[in-house]
């Protein structure tokens, strides 16, 4: 079964250097979630979005922006890029907002920021 | 604000032993509850979903509980196997759409 794919699956970057990441959700899904993960932490929700609308926002820094196109596929856009910023970044999708629904995660981006 | 806690941090066991990993959470107003595994450095593999309006879900060797009014959830996991090692984390969704995630488990199941 197709899963969810995200691009890329590693990338080095030097401070204050911009980044971009990739998701490709499950098809048919419409939902798409963004989530960071610092090393030995747990996932922390980013933003997430429906039908290519803004659907809820967390704790996403200011010089990150996202968004959904038309196809379903969302990007997270990074700039000015932090040392902090290193991270597994998680892309999940699911099928509507429906809350019955599981969120199926993609393998992740990890992000070096030098 | 939700916060989600795993006890134990770290769980070391011989192999066949049957094991139970305990979740809470402090806002009992959820949707519903998840289960993850993660092997280092790899993704997130979705394990056992349990709606509100459950008590319990079953896959294989695994079982969720969830007692929602009291804040917990445990997984069991039956006859443990070297395979079994990975961090599991514990994640509930509430009124909005996110998840909620504990800082997780790291299970190490020895042969």
């Known amino acids: 079964a197709a899963g969810v794919i995200q691009s890329p699956r590693h990338l080095i970057k030097e401070k204050r250097e911009t980044a971009t990441l990739k998701c490709y959700p499950i098809?048919?899904?419409?939902?798409v979630y963004w989530y960071q993960q610092g090393p030995g932490q747990d996932p922390q929700f980013l933003i997430s979005?429906?039908?290519?609308?803004?659907?809820d926002k967390g704790s996403i820094p200011d010089r990150f922006s996202a968004q959904q196109f038309s196809d379903y596929h969302s990007e997270l856009n990074m700039s000015s890029l932090e040392l902090g910023d290193s991270a597994l970044y998680f892309c999940?999708?699911?099928?509507?907002?429906?809350?019955?629904?599981?969120?199926?995660f993609g393998p992740g981006t990890r992000l070096l920021v030098l | 604000k939700q916060e989600v806690t795993q006890i134990p941090a770290a769980l070391s066991v011989p192999e066949g032993e049957n094991l139970v990993l305990n979740c809470s959470f402090t806002?009992?107003?959820?949707?519903?509850l998840q289960w993850f595994r993660q092997d280092p450095g790899k993704g997130l593999t979705s394990l056992l979903l349990?709606?509100?309006?459950?008590r319990e879900q079953t896959s294989g060797r695994l079982n969720a509980s969830l007692d929602k009014s009291s804040g917990r959830s445990t997984l069991y996991i039956a006859a443990s196997q070297p395979g079994d090692s990975a961090t599991y984390l514990c994640?509930?969704?509430?009124?909005?759409?996110?998840?909620?995630f504990g800082k997780g488990t790291k299970l190490t199941v020895n042969p």
């Open positions: 806002d009992s107003a959820i949707y519903n």
């Open positions: 349990i709606q509100s309006s459950q």
């Open positions: 098809p048919r899904h419409d939902t």
């Open positions: 979005f429906y039908e290519k609308m803004q659907s």
């Open positions: 999940a999708s699911s099928l509507g907002l429906q809350t019955k629904e599981t969120q199926y």
């Open positions: 994640a509930v969704q509430g009124g909005s759409e996110k998840l909620v």
